[in-house]
Structure formats: C-alpha cells, structure tokens
C-alpha cells in the first residue's frame, strides 16, 4: 500500500504540472489521457495531498494478479481563481503479472525504469533507453490499468441533502461548547 500511496500522491502533483509522462511505466497512457483531458485549462498547481484512508478493496488472481486500492484524500487545487480542497474517493486497479516481486522500498521511491531502475523516461515506443525493456504493461512491476473517482466535491462539512458546504463556524457542531467559568 505504501507504493499505492506515493503513485497517488505524486500522480496528482504531476497532474497540477500536467508533467504525468515520467509516470507511464506505472500508469496507464488511457488513464493518463483520460485524467489530463479533465484537467481545468487554468489548472496551476495540486499540492497538500494528503492521504486519510487507504485500503485493499478486492484481489483477484489468474495469469496477472489485479489489486482494487481505494484511496480517501484532499488536495488542494490552484487555479487562476483561487484555490480550492478537495475531498476525493478513488479506486485504483493495480495490476502486475503474477510471479512478479515487489521491489525493496529504497527502489519504490525512485519510480525509475520498474526493470533496471534507471532514471532516465521511457520513450514513445515505452521501451526504457537504458535495458530496452518495454515497461508499460506490468511485467516488472504493479501498474495502473484503471482509476475511478466515485467521489470528488470541495472538503468541509457536506451536505449530501443540499449539495453544500456550509462556512466554519468558530466551534464546529461535532464539538461541545464548553461550560462557562466562573
């Protein structure tokens, strides 16, 4: 789950940057046009992403082995309007061929070649410049076949009812008011 988390976190930072490319070793290209084809055109930033909730929503095992992650988090969106948090729900199919080791967590943080650990960027055919290798399509690694966002609506307290988000109140309502002192 911790490779699930930085995929996600630097996914939607890469994505205020429109810059997923250095990504498709790990994400697939569909997913990856299909996201940026939603992106607002005055799109700045996506910092503060925080994940609250990760887990495994489904397995399912035969020649490849797909894992379902949902992820709960915020992020924050700037625009050329402002700024604005988000409160997403996604799912993420991770998908790799099965006999397929994860790789140490020192090698996970690079995302580099998921073959050789090079640095450098496959190129258009997805072959890695250094080993050759193809490495769009899960057979060295865990890589996104799809992602689906069930939720996504601006963070605070939702009002599923009105479809609003009230404004803070000095003492949100989930908290007592303290007893007066005397």
Known sequence: LDFAQLLF??????????????????????????VLAGVPADLREVDRVLIGVTEVARVHVTSRVQIDVQLTANYRETTGS???????????????????????????????????????EPGADGRCPHCTQVVRDGRFHWFVGALQTGVRRPAGNFSPATGSTPRASATPSHCPTPAPTT
């Open 9 to 34: 976190v630097r996914f939607h930072q890469q994505r205020g940057e429109r810059a997923l490319e250095p990504l498709l070793p790990y994400v697939a290209e569909k997913v990856v046009d299909r």
């Open 82 to 120: 402002g700024s604005t948090v988000w409160y997403v729900e996604e799912t993420w199919s991770f998908r790799r061929d099965l006999g397929v080791a994860s790789k140490p967590p020192e090698d996970l943080v690079r995302l580099g070649c998921p073959s050789c650990g090079a640095a450098d």
